[in-house]
């Protein structure tokens, strides 16, 4: 069942459509201002767990429902950055709370199948512009947070964003261990 699921799932890979606006640096840091589209997205919330146990939750159910668990019946491939919201508190930590968006591959945008699982939601969100900065390995709540600090320190005094909501990414699926990728976004105000 899974292999199914895993073989249908990265068979096809899109890319959540943006545009690069802009490249910027400081010392280590190198990041990018994108304009990311907006469009329909599968989204799932967890509260009262730590991030990484929220995740381990979320995500399953996400690949499920773009695997097959739907009302069509039909897996609709994978589109990357999977990313997903944290609620930062004033001294940098997370708070008990995330949001995974998925954004529903192209094909599906105008009718995504109904999910089968209720605590799915398909919203509709507006474009974004966000500063992004990317990073290796297999990312925890804890490589979020300092690679999120290490990005706030790079755009002192040149950019506004949000200070009580960013966005983690990734982009490979979990049995891939060399050359991962992830991003943190911060969204510019």
Known sequence: MLGMIRNS???????WPWQVLSKGG?????????????????TVEVTDKPVDEALREAMPKVMKYVGGTN??????????????????????????????????????????PVPSDNSIKIEERDSITVYSMQFGGYAK??????RAAQLRTALEGTASYKSDIYFCTGYDPPMKPYGRRNEVWLVKT
């Open 9 to 15: 799932l990265f068979g096809s890979v899109e890319t």
């Open 141 to 146: 709540e804890a490589d979020y947070i300092a």
């Open 71 to 112: 009302d069509k019946g039909i897996g609709m491939g994978m589109t990357v950055p999977i990313s997903f919201a944290v609620f930062p508190d004033k001294d940098g930590s997370l708070q008990k709370k995330l949001k995974v968006w998925f954004r529903i591959p192209n094909a599906f945008q105008s009718s995504p």
């Open 26 to 42: 400081k010392e280590d840091v190198s990041y990018e201002e994108r304009d990311c589209e907006g469009g329909k997205f599968a």
